[in-house]
């Protein structure tokens, strides 16, 4: 349940990011890119309780019952750490100048073309960081999963939570807090081993 929530929560945030990112950075539009990068940034800001509450206010009602359902799950992880892709891609945008994309245009590729052959790998190295950043956060998140799990949906954060808790079972807990160490330190190897191949082979 974590992995899965983890992965589909990493790829929905960074694919949404990196849009995001490319108005602000590229369209420039005089109100709707301010507008949109403070949008983006409030969900930092707001508790995990806070959030959850909010979700469960809105989703509690036909036609758009969420509540209990795994996708409220995803929602909230979704809209919590989508700052941490948009800002990752923000950065990794501004060191790719626009003249590449607009040469790209000019010889009769189309925008679409030049953004996933052209911008997307260039981009690569910043999407990685943040999407790594944010499987970290969403596995660990817990201040919006205590509100918003129900069983069978279960992350392992409520399992440690629960665990922890009086006349529990804490050798559960410290089990599924070594898995979770595992998960987490992982994906951080890899993303040192990356950013250090990287180095090398760019010095």
Same mark, same amino acid.
């Given at each position: ?41 409030? $969900? ?18 036909? $036609? %758009? ?33 626009? =003249?590449?994309?607009? =040469? ?20 690569? =190295?910043?999407?990685?960081?943040? =999407?790594?950043?944010?499987? %970290? ?50 994906? %951080? ?15």
């Amino acid at each position: 349940m974590t992995l899965s929530l983890g992965i589909a929560g990493t790829l929905a945030a960074t694919a949404i990011g990196l849009g995001i990112a490319y108005v602000i950075i590229r369209k420039r539009y005089r109100i709707i890119a301010p507008a949109l990068s403070l949008t983006v940034m409030m $969900p930092y800001v707001i508790p995990g309780t806070v959030l959850g509450i909010g979700l469960i206010m809105m989703f509690n009602k036909a $036609p %758009l019952q969420l509540t209990g359902t795994w996708f409220i799950l995803l929602l909230a992880y979704l809209i919590r750490n989508l700052p941490f892709t948009v800002k990752a891609s923000e950065a990794a945008l501004r060191r790719v100048h626009p =003249a590449l994309e607009e =040469a790209a245009i000019s010889l009769g590729a189309r925008p679409f073309r030049v953004f996933f052959t052209i911008t997307a790998p260039l981009v690569l =190295a910043g999407a990685v960081t943040g =999407a790594t950043l944010t499987f %970290l956060h969403i596995v660990t998140e817990l201040s919006s999963t205590i509100v918003l799990y129900r069983p069978p949906w279960k992350p392992m954060t409520a399992v440690i939570f629960e665990n922890t808790l009086v006349d529990a079972d804490f050798g559960v807990s410290a089990a599924q807090t070594i898995l979770l160490m595992l998960i987490i330190y992982i994906p %951080l190897y890899f993303i040192v081993r990356y950013g250090q191949i990287r180095g090398n082979s760019g010095g």
